[in-house]
RNA sequence: GGCCCCGUAGCUCAGUCGGAUAGAGCAACCGCCUUCUAAGCGGUAGGUCACUGGUUCGAAUCCAGUCGGGGUCGCCA
């Protein structure tokens, strides 16, 4: 399997060619030794009429083989030439390699495609490697807003990006359920108990508002009666508190669930020093054994001042000896730990259940906090670590260009599910991968449900709907045609040269390099404008048939031509599912 | 003030670990569109890739600085 997918890639496959010719030339004595070929790609050239592949390697090579790219270039030629997959070579430009393949070729990738099906595409690049995604972790107090949606799209798309392109990823999310934010919820939590007791209550300044938990207030009254009222709330208050984030990872985990997300661990911040065990504090004396904890001052920041702010002596972590900017606090003044320190114990905890690859997906919010938890991750394991931390910009929800503000049942903002349930998990999870991670983000709820080019989700989808179309027709013009993949992998593809129909299959043949990219870049974004360009190559060629009835996808009158050219359609339908399946939106075989 | 992100066509954005003449959608203009599934297809026009300098055979891409926008800034999470 793994030599079939790695053939599917030919970009890879002439990479190794170029770096075999090289390495002939290096054993004939005609290169010195030692080259160093990371740097020589094989990419598809900017421009069509350059051929189907380009390389750089004269030019990348010609420094250290002493050599002028031009005349290294008709050395690798010259080794090249030979080979029957290539029907041409120029040299170009400043010592460009182009190479124009045996339309073969796109043939082999066309049926072999066919043949692997959703596999293609897959590859072993993460050699079955841990990588540990963490998402979403949105503090357990209350609805999800879009912003959270955002980071939970991503890092959902991501970690199926990375499944495919041969990961073993693991899903988590981290619940933060110790720092005094729970607190406020149980607080908040009990006044709606006594409401649904009955009394009549203000949710003063500083506690959540929010209508959604009433429903938990009315859910304590009936487990716990009128028991809650009369103790202390040092009593009560651990009872509500678990009581609330329960509820609250209940209604988070089921609006996750209509954007298909699940995760497959939660972390509790709390477990890091329940039971007498304190995962924290070992932490934290181990990196004191090692003088990286001490006791002592920080600067005052720089510019405004904050007004309570005075000199004090402090419990630090050196994080600038792994890159930080300043030291940071990991004991707040009453002697418990700030939240870097649990997080710190938490990575921990990631890098010794085997993850020594994680991802964290953060808000921008907290871009501040980056350096520190990466100079903390190389601290903890002994650099054998590595945290790539992506941080997701705003959301601006707008309605045909205008802003939309304001939720009654949050609070404070839109939630989540509202969205969900307005447009749909298919928009959402597609709009929200398809701009960088960095970049701010609109989405505007009217033009992601518009049946038009200009909403990507729909053209995708259409395109994708219309393969399955043509395919249902075909069947019905000739019944006697396999219209399985497997079946048209056995089609006679030579008659599909059309030039129009070559730069399709080009555009077919780059989907394993997409994915890999995409994959070792941590930017799902790519597949979801690889789609969007797939389709939109499609569309042109069906446009085509209009003119050119030659040109139709299905020919009455050639049995032949019309098994070839469904081949291709049966290819382009399953990029366009498995492009889609990886990103998390359905590919459905009709638009309504 | 420190740090991080962003700055590409009128607007919204892509741009391959540095590669050839910088691309798409929308808007504008021109043409086509009663098709195998309609919601489109083709073309024209539109650019000092914020600016300056550096590295390089080669820079939108890397480095330094400047300007502009956003975020963040000792114990919040």
Wanted: charge should be negative; aromatic fraction near 8%.
């Amino acid at each position: 399997m793994k030599r079939a997918k790695d053939k599917m890639n030919i970009f890879a496959l002439f990479e190794r060619r170029v770096a075999d010719a090289i390495k002939a030339l290096v054993a004939e004595g005609r290169l010195p030794a030692g080259l160093d070929t990371a740097r020589v790609v094989v990419e598809p050239p900017r421009d069509a009429s350059h051929g189907d592949l380009a390389t750089n390697a004269a030019m990348v090579l010609a420094k250290d083989a002493k050599s002028n790219p031009r005349a290294l270039a008709e050395m690798i030629v010259e080794k090249l030439k030979d080979d029957k997959d290539i029907v041409k070579l120029d040299i170009a430009g400043p010592g460009f390699i182009n190479l124009t393949l045996a339309q073969d070729i796109f043939h082999n990738v066309l049926r072999e495609a066919l043949t692997l099906g959703r596999d293609f595409g897959s590859s072993n690049q993460g050699k079955g490697q841990k990588v540990n995604v963490e998402y979403v972790s949105a503090n357990p107090t209350g609805p999800m807003h879009v912003g959270h949606g955002r980071g939970a799209v991503f890092g959902d798309a991501l970690a199926g990006l990375l499944e495919f392109a041969g990961y073993d990823v693991t899903r988590e999310y981290y619940i933060n359920d110790a720092g005094a934010q729970v607190d406020v919820l149980a607080r908040s939590a009990h006044l709606r108990y006594r409401e649904a007791l009955g009394e009549t209550i203000e949710i003063p300044e500083g506690l959540y508002p929010g209508d959604y938990l009433v429903p938990v207030g009315e859910a304590l009254a009936k487990q716990y009666g009128d028991k809650l009222k009369s103790q202390s709330e040092a009593e009560w208050l651990p009872v509500v508190r678990s009581f609330a984030i329960d509820a609250m990872m209940a209604m988070i985990r089921e609006d996750l669930a209509r954007l298909d997300i699940r995760h497959a661990v939660f972390f509790s911040e709390r477990s890091l020093t329940k039971n007498g065990t304190d995962e924290i504090r070992k932490m934290i004396d181990d990196l004191r054994g090692r003088g990286l904890i001490y006791e002592g001052r920080l600067p005052p920041p720089k510019g405004q001042l904050p007004d309570d702010w005075e000199d004090r002596e402090q419990t630090l972590f050196k994080s600038t000896d792994f890159g930080d900017d300043v030291d940071r606090a990991i004991m707040k003044s009453d002697g418990s730990y700030t939240y870097f320190a649990a997080d710190i114990a938490y990575h921990h905890s990631k890098f010794q259940r085997g993850f020594a690859s994680m991802i964290d997906i953060w808000g921008a919010d907290h871009g501040g906090y980056v350096k520190r938890m990466q100079a903390a991750v190389k601290a903890i394991t002994g650099g054998k670590g590595d945290l790539d931390i992506k941080l997701c910009q705003l959301v601006r929800l707008l309605r045909n260009g205008e802003p939309v503000k304001m939720s009654k049942r949050s609070g404070e903002f839109v939630t989540l599910r509202e969205v969900v349930e307005e447009v749909g998990s298919d928009a959402v999870r597609f709009m929200m991968v398809f701009r960088k991670n960095d970049g701010t983000l609109d989405f505007d709820l009217a033009k992601v449900v518009e049946m038009a080019k200009e909403n990507p989700v729909f053209y995708v989808q259409y395109a994708h709907a219309r393969c399955a179309s043509v395919l249902r027709e075909a069947q019905r013009v000739f019944p006697k045609i396999d219209i399985s993949a497997a079946g048209l992998a056995k089609s006679d593809l030579s008659a599909v040269n059309d030039s129009s129909e070559l730069d399709l299959f080009r555009l077919v043949a780059q989907y394993p390099r997409q994915v890999e990219a995409a994959a070792a870049n941590h930017e799902p974004h790519r597949i979801a404008f690889y789609l969007y360009e797939l389709a939109s190559s499609l569309n042109s060629l069906w446009n085509k048939g209009k003119d050119l009835p030659h040109l139709r996808f299905i020919n009455q009158d050639d049995e032949t031509i019309t098994r070839a050219r469904l081949g291709f359609v049966c290819v382009v339908r399953d990029v366009l599912a498995s492009g889609l399946a990886v990103l998390g939106v359905s590919a459905p075989d009709e638009m309504r």
